[in-house]
């Protein structure tokens, strides 16, 4: 059978032994490479084809030349997952610019949750963001290119979508044109941009029911987020809000947060949050409500996290927790593993 590096037969036994070896060594990292895919593709499978070949071939020539076997390969390095806690090779794993290591399934589903809730994009890990770019090679290709299409979407703090209730897609900011128009990708409609409804010629149309749920709002002492404009009603907690859209306000005055003086919470509210508190730890309600007087919040990078066994909800991400939760000591807030390092 004729093999295919035959440019080594001119060249000393030590040389084309050296030639080889790294051959070889490009061949196992393509392998390594190759078994984060969950789907191949079809040029990738004929990838895989070609490189089996060649590597059938460089091993009958080392036959034919009698060259001694390569040393075996190192063992490839183990981290352990700060999501779920496995030990993965690190063909498999994503270093976050903090030192964290997550495996490709919690690092997908980082991404994926992402896109489902907004509190949580874009994926962090001590607070800093994941850059897409970097970890988009780690993530299923299905996740992959669902982040891709709305990440546009989700970094737009001035969103249009589309007027048409059978369609209300999501209006890039190439279809958005001058005199307040936007034109729909998908089904080709204009919408305004100063009220949301249909294009339409002179002042926008009044929006009765838009209307009657603001004034029932400001009756009930409900507050609107100034960026996104959406309804806040706050039920327990303090008044500092952070909105779907990120933006940080007040409660009571709608006021960018910490540029006003209005108390940071309501006695009634910090009760209710000191009696949920005092009921899941099997403390004292006043002694807890004192405690979040002192400090009903902590800032990213200051939670005091403590491993505590049981079932719990987070509150990050609302999950139910079947085996353990992270629990604050300073401010009494709660989170899964993945959640506790993202806030």
Same mark, same amino acid.
């Given at each position: 059978?004729?093999?295919?590096?035959?440019?080594?037969?001119?060249?000393?036994?030590?040389?084309?032994?050296?030639?080889?070896?790294?051959?070889?060594?490009?061949?196992?990292?393509?392998?390594?490479?190759?078994?984060?895919?969950?789907?191949?593709?079809?040029?990738?499978?004929?990838?895989?084809?070609?490189?089996?070949?060649?590597?059938?071939?460089?091993?009958?020539?080392?036959?034919?030349?009698?060259?001694?076997?390569?040393?075996?390969?190192?063992?490839?390095?183990?981290?352990?997952?700060?999501?779920?806690?496995?030990?993965?090779?690190?063909?498999?794993?994503? !270093?976050?610019?903090?030192?964290?290591?997550?495996?490709?399934?919690?690092?997908?589903?980082?991404?994926?949750?992402?896109?489902?809730?907004?509190?949580?994009?874009?994926?962090?890990?001590?607070?800093?963001?994941?850059?897409?770019?970097?970890?988009?090679?780690?993530?299923?290709?299905?996740?992959?290119?669902?982040?891709?299409?709305?990440?546009?979407?989700?970094?737009?703090?001035?969103?249009?979508?589309?007027?048409?209730?059978?369609?209300?897609?999501?209006?890039?900011?190439?279809?958005?044109?001058?005199?307040?128009?936007?034109?729909?990708?998908?089904?080709?409609?204009?919408?305004? !941009?100063?009220?949301?409804?249909?294009?339409?010629?002179?002042?926008?149309?009044?929006?009765?029911?838009?209307?009657?749920?603001?004034?029932?709002?400001?009756?009930?002492?409900?507050?609107?987020?100034?960026?996104?404009?959406?309804?806040?009603?706050?039920?327990?907690?303090?008044?500092?809000?952070?909105?779907?859209?990120?933006?940080?306000?007040?409660?009571?005055?709608?006021?960018?947060?910490?540029?006003?003086?209005?108390?940071?919470?309501?006695?009634?509210?910090?009760?209710?949050?000191?009696?949920?508190?005092?009921?899941?730890?099997?403390?004292?309600?006043?002694?807890?409500?004192?405690?979040?007087?002192?400090?009903?919040?902590?800032?990213?990078?200051?939670?005091?996290?403590?491993?505590?066994?049981?079932?719990? !909800?987070?509150?990050?991400?609302?999950?139910?927790? !079947?085996?353990?939760?992270?629990?604050?000591?300073?401010?009494?807030?709660?989170?899964?593993?993945?959640?506790?390092?993202?806030?």
């Amino acid at each position: 059978m004729a093999t295919a590096p035959t440019f080594l037969d001119d060249l000393d036994d030590e040389t084309a032994q050296l030639i080889l070896n790294m051959q070889l060594e490009d061949i196992a990292n393509d392998e390594a490479a190759e078994a984060s895919w969950r789907r191949p593709s079809r040029k990738q499978r004929d990838h895989q084809f070609a490189r089996q070949l060649y590597e059938e071939e460089l091993a009958l020539y080392r036959l034919q030349r009698d060259l001694p076997e390569p040393p075996p390969a190192p063992e490839p390095e183990l981290f352990e997952c700060c999501a779920c806690g496995e030990s993965n090779s690190s063909e498999k794993d994503y !270093t976050a610019q903090c030192g964290h290591h997550y495996c490709t399934d919690c690092l997908t589903g980082l991404f994926a949750a992402a896109m489902k809730d907004e509190r949580l994009y874009p994926p962090r890990c001590c607070t800093r963001a994941i850059p897409f770019p970097i970890a988009r090679r780690y993530l299923t290709r299905e996740i992959e290119a669902a982040f891709a299409d709305k990440k546009e979407e989700l970094d737009d703090a001035d969103r249009h979508y589309c007027c048409v209730p059978t369609c209300s897609a999501y209006i890039p900011r190439d279809h958005r044109f001058v005199f307040d128009t936007a034109r729909c990708p998908f089904c080709q409609e204009y919408t305004c !941009t100063k009220c949301n409804s249909a294009a339409h010629t002179g002042h926008c149309p009044v929006d009765k029911g838009l209307e009657e749920v603001i004034e029932a709002g400001r009756e009930e002492g409900w507050q609107r987020c100034q960026r996104c404009k959406r309804m806040i009603e706050l039920t327990i907690g303090c008044n500092h809000i952070t909105c779907v859209c990120r933006a940080e306000f007040c409660y009571v005055c709608g006021a960018k947060w910490k540029s006003c003086r209005c108390p940071q919470f309501d006695e009634a509210r910090l009760l209710e949050r000191a009696q949920e508190v005092a009921g899941r730890e099997g403390a004292n309600v006043a002694q807890v409500a004192e405690e979040l007087r002192g400090r009903h919040e902590c800032e990213p990078g200051e939670h005091q996290y403590r491993f505590t066994p049981g079932a719990f !909800t987070c509150d990050g991400c609302n999950l139910a927790m !079947t085996q353990f939760i992270y629990r604050c000591t300073a401010c009494h807030g709660q989170k899964c593993s993945r959640c506790r390092r993202h806030f």
